[in-house]
């Protein structure tokens, strides 16, 4: 997928979320060279740990806000925890607590290696 399509869809979906007061920690597009997609990781509010009730509110965001984030699902996005070791070496790395696209290819966080990826918000 085109990383503009995925920066502008990413960015549509967290402006949506921070809106509803669900705004996520860390949002970063991670592209899997194995099945040849991207997937959205989003690291929801402190607190928020139930996975049926992040994605409810992920389903209920995108379907109430179709024309903004384009062609994003739900099922684009996957719910990450702020313990994960990437995310934990990303929040070490850069703090992005607005919205950015800071893209890196081929890295390792905290011994997680992560083909390629855009950090669109890193704020733990």
């Known amino acids: 997928m085109d990383q503009n399509t995925l920066v502008s869809s990413g960015h549509a979906l967290v402006t949506e979320?921070?809106?509803t007061g669900f705004s996520p920690r860390v949002a970063m597009w991670v592209h899997n060279t194995?099945?040849?997609t991207w997937k959205l990781w989003l690291v929801?509010?402190?607190g928020s740990k139930d996975k049926a009730d992040f994605y409810r509110r992920i389903a209920q965001i995108v379907s109430a806000h179709r024309?903004?984030?384009g062609n994003l699902d739900a099922s684009?996005?996957?719910m990450a925890l702020?313990?994960?070791p990437a995310?934990?070496?990303i929040s070490q790395f850069m703090r992005i607590s607005?919205?950015?696209?800071?893209?890196f290819s081929g890295n390792r966080f905290n011994g997680y290696y992560l083909p390629d990826g855009i950090i669109m918000r890193s704020n733990l």
């Not at 607005?98 to 893209?103: D, N």
């Open 67 to 69: 024309a903004e984030v």
């Open 76 to 78: 684009d996005t996957e």
């Open 17 to 19: 979320m921070d809106a």
């Open 34 to 36: 194995d099945t040849d």
């Open 87 to 89: 995310v934990q070496g």
């Open 98 to 103: 607005g919205l950015g696209a800071a893209h």
């Open 82 to 84: 702020d313990t994960h």
């Open 44 to 46: 929801p509010p402190k």
